[in-house]
């Protein structure tokens, strides 16, 4: 099989290009396109030989595009315009600029990609980008498959739902009279369907109504999290962690300030839970929504530094929580959780703040490689 050139926009840190790897199709990334300085030194880090391009895509022409020619487009536009807690302006965001441009301009290419995959957040579904998008591909004669899936539905014990599309051009006509798959036939189902929560992309995660246990946590809450954890098809937590004499804990316990001001909204897991919440650009600074943290010492039963907390002194109450050992997942952790292979790695001078950053803003590895196999198949 000839070598498919692909052409990565919004790149960040190479997510796409390492499903890319991962699905084992053979491709060459003729280019790959983001602005954002940090994320290109990253990706340039992992991927020196791919020609990156630093430059915003509505900056690129028709001409430009046709030059290089290539057999498959892969992208995660900016997500901002269509999450629940950004303002939803959806195609009146700047933001979405670019995309609009690249629609604009794909019917006229000289060659159409014979392949397109996009990544976006749970909400982009209902947009008139969306719309946009979809409308665009059906004229230029794609056949088109949408799905909502969380990494859990790959074994991974970490949610982040999120929305995808696959479009293949049918340009030769099909004389076997070979249906499209029905959606049904989809390798990966979409997971869940509940509206989105307050969080970003939290959905498996939301809070339900009901009474608080302990914890701030419903027994809803704490039902759905106990269904997680027995659910054998997903992987444990500590199959993604580092050896711990590797990870310097000082460096990712929670410190005292943050236990006491927001115990209350951790999202508490232990190496052989099978479950986390998604990893977002916060996480690290922010506590709520942003990620789960990792309870060291398991000795300590989580009901018995719970029950009762807010009746302790500060004192008392930071004697109890300091008993769970309570820390972040490393950046290499969360890559792990991420589907990043072992040979990914950062420039070492990366503040941790902003590998978390980065990460927040890419997408699951193995989730987007099962679906470039799909769409090439
Ligand atoms: C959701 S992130 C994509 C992350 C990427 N898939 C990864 O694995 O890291 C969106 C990326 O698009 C870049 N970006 C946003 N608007 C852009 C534009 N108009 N031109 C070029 N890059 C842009 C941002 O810098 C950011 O890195
Ligand atoms: C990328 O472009 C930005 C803005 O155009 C510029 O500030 C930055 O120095 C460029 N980075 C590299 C590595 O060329
Ligand atoms: C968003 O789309 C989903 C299906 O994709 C639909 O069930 C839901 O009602 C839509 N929500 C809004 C607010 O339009
Ligand atoms: C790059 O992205 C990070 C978040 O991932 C953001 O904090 C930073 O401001 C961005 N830098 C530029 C130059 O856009």
């Known amino acids: 099989m000839e070598s498919l050139r692909v052409l990565e926009l919004y790149s960040g840190i190479g997510g796409m290009h390492y499903a890319l790897k991962e699905s084992g199709v053979p491709v060459q990334v003729v280019a790959a396109i983001d602005i954002n300085t940090t994320a290109n030194e990253i990706y340039k880090h992992n991927f020196p030989d791919t020609p990156l391009w630093n430059k915003t895509i509505e900056g690129i022409t028709l001409n430009d595009f046709n030059k290089l020619s290539f057999d498959m487009i892969l992208m995660s536009p900016p997500c901002q315009p269509f999450t629940r807690i950004g303002l939803q302006r959806d195609i009146a965001d700047p933001r979405t600029k670019s995309l609009l441009h690249i629609l604009d301009l794909l019917p006229r290419l000289s060659r159409l990609p014979r392949f397109i995959l996009l990544e976006n957040v749970k909400g982009f579904e209902n947009s008139s980008a969306r719309e946009h998008l979809v409308k665009t591909l059906m004229e230029c004669?794609?056949?088109i498959q949408e799905f909502m899936v969380s990494p859990t539905s790959v074994g991974i014990p970490n949610s982040r739902l999120r929305y995808y599309l696959i479009a293949k051009i049918s340009t030769e006509k099909i004389s076997d009279a070979s249906p499209h798959p029905a959606e049904s036939d989809s390798l990966v189902e979409p997971s869940v369907s509940s509206p989105l929560g307050p969080g970003t992309c939290l959905p498996e995660e939301e809070k339900h109504g009901g009474e608080a246990l302990y914890k701030l946590e419903t027994a809803k809450d704490a039902q759905r999290k106990i269904n997680q954890n027995n659910d054998l098809s997903v992987k444990q937590i500590q199959d993604f962690m580092e050896p711990q004499m590797e990870v310097n804990m000082e460096h990712y316990l929670l410190p005292p300030k943050t236990l006491l001001r927001y115990a209350m909204l951790l999202d508490i897991v232990r190496p052989t839970c099978r479950r986390s919440?998604?990893?977002?650009?916060g996480y690290g600074r922010y506590v709520e929504g942003t990620g789960s943290v990792l309870?060291?010492?398991?000795?300590?039963e989580m009901e018995s530094v719970f029950r009762g907390l807010d009746q302790c002194s500060e004192e008392e109450k930071l004697q109890r929580l300091l008993k769970l050992k309570l820390r972040y997942f490393t950046p290499r952790e969360v890559a792990n959780l991420m589907g990043f292979p072992k040979?990914?790695?950062?420039p070492e001078h990366i503040p941790t703040k902003h590998q978390y950053k980065v990460l927040g803003?890419?997408?699951?590895?193995?989730?987007?490689?099962k679906l470039i196999q799909q769409l090439v198949s």
Do not use: I
Not at 343 to 346: A, G, Q
């Open 141 to 143: 004669g794609y056949t």
């Open 277 to 281: 919440v998604c990893f977002t650009k």
């Open 295 to 300: 309870q060291c010492c398991m000795e300590t």
């Open 343 to 346: 040979s990914f790695s950062f």
């Open 361 to 369: 803003n890419s997408l699951n590895v193995v989730v987007v490689a």
